[in-house]
């Protein structure tokens, strides 16, 4: 098992994933210590429950990740960094809102460390950086899921009743609409916008379509480089279909090439 001391924000799908995927590698990491809201109990088994920031401070954790949704990362990741604790963050999405971008950035400052965050359930991001600097027209994604992926509303109670077969567009518009009003399914869109042209200028188009069984995850982008087309499907996590096996698996990579247990 590593000596680093690694910690998880919140206890639930995706942190139940991680933690049983990082101790079963060939290269096994344990976590040790999840911290979760007051009167919340953690599955994790053998690990210190924290209920408060300032507890999981004191435990001197060497990385955190956090798995948790948007509120952890504007209101518990700044003081972890203002007390020079590295996180990596799966719900990128937050970073939509620029006064989340500025206050983290004046954490990592403060406590001299780094925030990171996993490219989720696609791929290909570092095309994307890498065509940026050469200039970028547009930038397009397109997340298509089955309806039970999405959040309750009018359109897929009626697509579900009715056993229509065609799929539904729930929303087109910016990434950074698109993480505020869908925070659990948008993190893919965020994850591109910053690799990209941004929270405005990134399109998004988010579809629920009923043939699907799996997840898929679209980026078109062209540019001065040429043209970008990526497509991949998912597997479900196992216990939330809003979110994507690869997402997970994009957590842990991340987790074990900072800490070197790759």
């Known amino acids: 098992m590593s000596l680093a001391r690694l910690a998880l924000i919140g206890s639930g799908a995706i942190a139940n994933t991680l933690s049983m995927a990082l101790e079963q590698g060939r290269e096994p990491l344990r976590v040790g210590a999840v911290l979760v809201r007051a009167g919340s109990r953690s599955t994790l088994p053998g690990v210190k429950v924290c209920v408060r920031t300032a507890d999981l401070i004191e435990w001197l954790p060497t990385l955190v990740a956090e798995c948790a949704g948007h ?16 996180v990596v963050i799966a719900s990128v999405g937050a970073l939509c809102d620029s006064r989340a971008r500025d206050k983290l950035s004046r954490a990592c400052a403060v406590g001299r460390s780094r925030l990171l965050y996993a490219t989720g359930a696609v791929g290909g991001l570092d095309a994307l950086r890498a065509a940026r600097l050469g200039g970028l027209d547009s930038v ?15 359109e897929i109670e009626s697509l579900q009743q009715t ?13 950074g609409e698109a993480a505020r009003r869908y925070p659990q399914n948008a993190n893919v869109a965020a994850a591109i916008a910053l690799a990209g042209v941004g929270f405005d200028a990134t399109r998004v188009r988010l579809v629920a379509d009923p043939e699907l069984r799996r997840n ?21 996590l ?9 997402a997970a698996l994009s957590l842990e990579e991340l987790i074990r090439e900072r800490l070197g247990r790759a």
Do not use: Q
Request: charged share 25%.
């Open 71 to 86: 509120d952890a990362v504007r209101e518990v990741v700044p003081d972890l960094l203002a007390a020079g604790i590295d």
């Open 238 to 246: 196992a216990g939330n279909p809003k979110t994507s096996f690869l």
């Open 216 to 236: 898929v995850h679209e980026i078109h982008a062209c540019g001065a480089f040429g043209e970008l087309e990526i497509r991949i499907t998912n597997e479900p």
């Open 140 to 154: 397009t994604y397109i997340g298509r899921k089955p309806p039970r992926a999405w959040p309750r509303s009018v």
């Open 163 to 175: 056993a229509s077969r065609e799929a539904v567009v729930l929303f087109e518009g910016s990434a």
